[in-house]
C-alpha cells in the first residue's frame, strides 16, 4: 500500500511539475494550450459605483480568452445560469457540468457593459483582473481524483 500510495503521490508530482516548466517555458494565461478545455470567466468587480457589469470570456479552441460582447454584461453566479452559458458558448459539447477552477488565472481584455466590437478593436478593454474560472465539463462526469495521470501505471 505504501509503494502504490508513493507511485500516486510521484505521478501526481510529475504532472504538476510538467505544468509549471510549461508556464515558464514562456506559457501563459492568454497562450494557446496544447489541449483544449472548455472554460468561462465572468467577473463581478465592485467599484466605486457600486458593481460594475462585464462582459463574459470564454476560452476559444486556439486556448484564447474571448470577450462574448453578444451576451449582456451581467454578474452571472448561480451555478445553472453558469452551466447555461457554457452550453451557449460551447454549443457542439456536450456540456454536463460545471467546475470552478482550483486556482486563479490573470486574464485581460475585459469589457465593461455598454462596449462594442468598435471599442474592443480600439483597445479600450485594458481591464485586467485575476479571477477563477470555470471549467466545462463534457460528457458523464470523472472525479479527477481517481483518474491517473498520462504515462504513470497504478499497479496494486
Known sequence: LRLTTFILVVCLFNRLLSSSLALQDGGSANSAVSHFEPQVAL????????????????????????TDLSS?????????????????VYPKRDITNIVESSHYLKIGSWCRSGSTTGSQARGKCKTA????????????????ALLVPENCLFEI
Do not use: N
Open 72 to 88: 449582456k454584461a451581467t454578474c452571472i453566479k448561480d451555478k445553472m445560469d453558469i452551466l447555461d452559458y457554457c452550453k451557449k
Open 43 to 66: 467577473l463581478c468587480d465592485t467599484g466605486v459605483h457600486g458593481q460594475e457589469a462585464y462582459h463574459p470570456q470564454y476560452m476559444t479552441e486556439q486556448g484564447r480568452w474571448q
Open 129 to 144: 483582473r485575476w479571477v477563477k474560472p470555470f471549467r466545462c465539463l463534457e460528457g458523464p462526469f470523472q472525479s479527477d
